[in-house]
């Protein structure tokens, strides 16, 4: 294949492509038109849908039918729609049901370490020595620390700015603690996006625990 043929087959290619384009945005925007029976005429009366159309034609000889079938107590009206679309240029419709419908922001933690035995080193974590049970592997003896710490981020979904939602991070705390908070966190729903303190007391005031930070 020669140059001149790969010319011929990428203009063959976006033909195609502008062909599928402009028959997207033709049924995007295309019109349809709503047959409508009101009886007597009068909106504020029954009312009913009897059928939607692509051809005002057809949506007015379906529309006579139906009147005549109902005796003449009924008469019809054809509305015009576009598919796909709606009346609210200026998104101000839009703009309005979000600020009125109800929000919901839901949270949970994610456990991120220390996983280091250094981390406790260098803090002074109290300790006593063990030994290995030598089944698999040799003895050996190894620090079992006395106090467990966890840090990590509270991951937020919901309806937050971002699709993929919103974090916190948090400081290392007791594992004790963590857990309850975590527990604590699983069961809370707000209607707008809680701050990170706001959290902190609330846990606070629902439990009674006093959360123990790690001294970084």
Known sequence: ???????????????????????????????????EMLRWGDREKHSYVIGVFSNEWQAKQCGEIEKSWRGGKYEYEVKTIALNDWDD??????????????RSFTYSTNWMGPVATSWY??????????????KHLPKFE???YLESYSCGRIDIRGDTESPWGEEYGVAPMRTEDWNEFSEW??????TY?????????????DTGIEIRWAEL
């Open 1 to 35: 294949m020669d140059k001149f043929d790969v010319m011929d087959v990428n203009l063959k290619q976006r033909e195609e492509i502008d062909f599928l384009k402009s028959r997207i945005e033709m049924l995007q925007s295309q019109v349809l038109y709503v047959v």
């Open 89 to 102: 240029e200026d998104d101000e419709k839009y703009e309005n049901h979000e600020q009125c419908r109800p």
């Open 121 to 134: 080193e260098v803090r002074d974590i109290p300790f006593v020595m063990k030994e290995t049970s030598g």
């Open 142 to 144: 190894y620090k079992d």
């Open 185 to 190: 966190l699983d069961t809370l729903d707000t």
């Open 193 to 205: 996006l809680c701050p990170y303190e706001e959290l902190l007391d609330g846990f606070k005031n």
